[in-house]
């Protein structure tokens, strides 16, 4: 007797929840991407083979240009507020609400603390053209060691968390500048702080 074949149908494969996944997955990318903000100078930082990362928060950021120039910036947003709060009244100098929504956007910045105000009554584009003349950072008006303590202080209060301190130095930066920059951190028994470098290949060792 012939064998009975049985009837055999072509599999089927519903592709509706592989498009949903792939949708939800775009949408989750696109909402908690953190794009990098703009620098407020250009610091070209020499490589390193270095692979340490930094955190993406509770960072203090000194950047340092081939001019001379101190920058700082925190990214902290909960902090900021306070910390401005904190150089203001330490300083004498009083900020609207207006110029805090302001500062919570910035990413950094290179002005004594006096000029602040009027860098951040400027929109986003006009500080772009504004050549800013950096943070005061000498023995006689050293505003730059007082941000940095007063962020950690803030961030601190904020969300009771310490911070990371980064140091960002041009590859042309003045050696002198550099090296003052972390005296003063020294100084105040800050003794831990990354240096911001290119990452390069690390070199290959022939057998």
Do not use: C
Request: proline content about 7%; overall charge positive.
């Amino acid at each position: 007797m012939p064998k009975v074949k049985p009837h055999r149908t072509s599999p089927s494969l519903d592709m509706t929840p592989m498009v949903d996944l792939a949708f939800l997955l775009v949408t989750f990318f696109m909402l908690t991407t953190k794009f990098a903000p703009e620098e407020v100078v250009v610091v070209d930082t020499p490589s390193s083979t270095s692979e340490f990362k930094l955190p993406e928060s509770n960072v203090i950021r000194i950047l340092i240009d081939k001019d001379k120039r101190v920058f700082f910036g925190l990214e902290s947003d909960k902090a900021k507020p306070l910390l401005l709060d904190r150089m203001g009244a330490k300083y004498g100098v009083t900020f609207s609400e207006k110029q805090k929504r302001a500062f919570g956007g910035l990413n950094s910045f290179g002005v004594p603390v006096q000029q602040l105000g009027s860098l951040l009554n400027m929109g986003s584009e006009q500080r772009k053209e504004v050549k800013q003349p950096g943070i005061p950072a000498d023995s006689l008006n050293n505003q730059l060691i007082d941000w940095v303590m007063e962020a950690r202080k803030a961030n601190q209060e904020a969300i009771g968390k310490p911070t990371y301190i980064a140091i960002k130095g041009d590859g042309n930066a003045d050696v002198p500048t550099v090296k003052k920059v972390i005296k003063f951190l020294q100084e105040k028994n800050i003794n831990r702080f990354n240096l911001i470098t290119d990452l390069e290949n690390k070199p290959t060792v022939s057998k």
